[in-house]
């Protein structure tokens, strides 16, 4: 039980994720004796429900986290940049859920199931992870831990959400258009996303590979704390509102047969195995919408190599992607007393 009573700041209190900080925030009971809503000075004065209450929207500066214990950032890497360092001078431990400081070697990436023993190490700014590195992970780690993890393809399947809600809101307008035959407009993406795939996250970089593609990769290695495992990704943005899919392929130096696979994970924390084919019964987006678990099914050996697994792994990224992973970050700081009322 969490016995320590914070003053807890939700920055980029207005946006998608940090929305549901604060509802995450309050179904947990997390320990706190004030919440304090930050975003831009166009949001400050809105009133976003809290507990039985509502709570004002704070302009953000670097003064608004004095007298503050604990901030979850959710407010973009350019404030993160500018306002986290800030956050820590004033004695806050700040929980960043941009990628400003995620490959950052003073900064642990942690996801609670898999390297909570990072967060000892901290020195103010915990990093949360890229929502679909984070599910692929929870995953991996049991797995990695039995039979170690020698190699990785993964290929994802990514709801609009991952992109905000202007994107949210787009994809129902052009699908909305589409039924009425319109031309729909197209802003958020470089093409439309109504019933289509688009095989571009971010930007490409070397080698023609995407950041959201490099970030699997590389995050992958800095949580498990193995550069050894081989990672390689296809990340796509797919027409779904909630939930991000992914189809993974496992090589283990050992032996794990899919049977000894489905009872390892189904007794792994923040895991719910889905798997009954007979039953035509596996994971999908609009189960994982709204729950904390990672979904896990399809689980089958791969019969081209010795020692390999394909899944298939669902997890709502703004819950356990993003704003569940954080709170789930702070409550594991309180725990390992790493976090002190002011």
Same mark, same amino acid.
């Given at each position: ?55 004002? =929207? ?53 996801? &609670? ?23 692929? =992970? ?109 189809? =993974? ?27 009954? &084919?007979?039953?035509?019964?596996? &994971?999908? &987006? ?7 678990? =990672? ?48």
């Amino acid at each position: 039980m969490l016995e320590a009573k914070l003053v807890v700041a939700v920055a980029g209190a207005t946006g998608a994720v940090g929305r549901e900080m604060l509802k995450t925030l309050e179904q947990r009971n997390f320990p706190a004796t004030q919440v304090v809503a930050l975003a831009t000075a166009k949001s400050a004065g809105i009133q976003i429900p809290f507990m039985d209450t509502e709570i004002t =929207v704070q302009e953000m500066s670097e003064d608004s986290f004095k007298g503050v214990d604990l901030a979850l950032f959710s407010a973009g890497g350019a404030a993160s940049k500018k306002y986290a360092p800030a956050a820590v001078k004033s004695g806050c431990v700040v929980v960043d859920n941009s990628s400003a400081w995620r490959m950052d070697p003073e900064a642990p990436l942690v996801v &609670p199931e898999v390297n909570p023993e990072d967060l000892d190490w901290h020195n103010g700014i915990i990093a949360n992870p890229n929502c679909s590195t984070i599910q692929m =992970v929870v995953v991996l780690k049991p797995i990695h831990d039995r039979a170690t993890i020698k190699r990785v393809i993964v290929s994802t399947y990514q709801a609009v959400s991952g992109t905000g809600q202007k994107a949210v809101d787009e994809l129902e307008a052009q699908v909305r258009a589409l039924f009425n035959a319109r031309e729909p407009e197209v802003n958020v993406y470089p093409y439309r996303i109504a019933f289509n795939c688009l095989p571009q996250i971010d930007v490409f970089s070397d080698g023609d590979y995407t950041f959201e593609e490099i970030k699997m990769i590389k995050e992958t290695a800095k949580i498990m704390g193995d550069d050894s495992i081989r990672v390689t990704a296809t990340t796509v943005r797919v027409p779904v509102f909630y939930g991000h899919s992914e189809a =993974v392929n496992i090589e283990t130096e050992d032996k794990l047969t899919a049977a000894d696979c489905r009872a390892l994970l189904a007794q792994s924390p923040g895991i719910r195995v889905v798997d009954n &084919p007979s039953l035509k019964l596996y &994971p999908m &987006p609009i189960d994982a919408a709204g729950e904390d678990e =990672v979904f896990v099914g399809r689980i089958r050996e791969d019969d081209t190599i010795d020692c390999g697994l394909n899944m298939w792994i669902v997890a709502d990224n703004l819950r356990k992607g993003a704003a569940l992973n954080a709170v789930q970050i702070a409550e594991a700081l309180v725990e390992r007393d790493l976090v002190r009322v002011k």
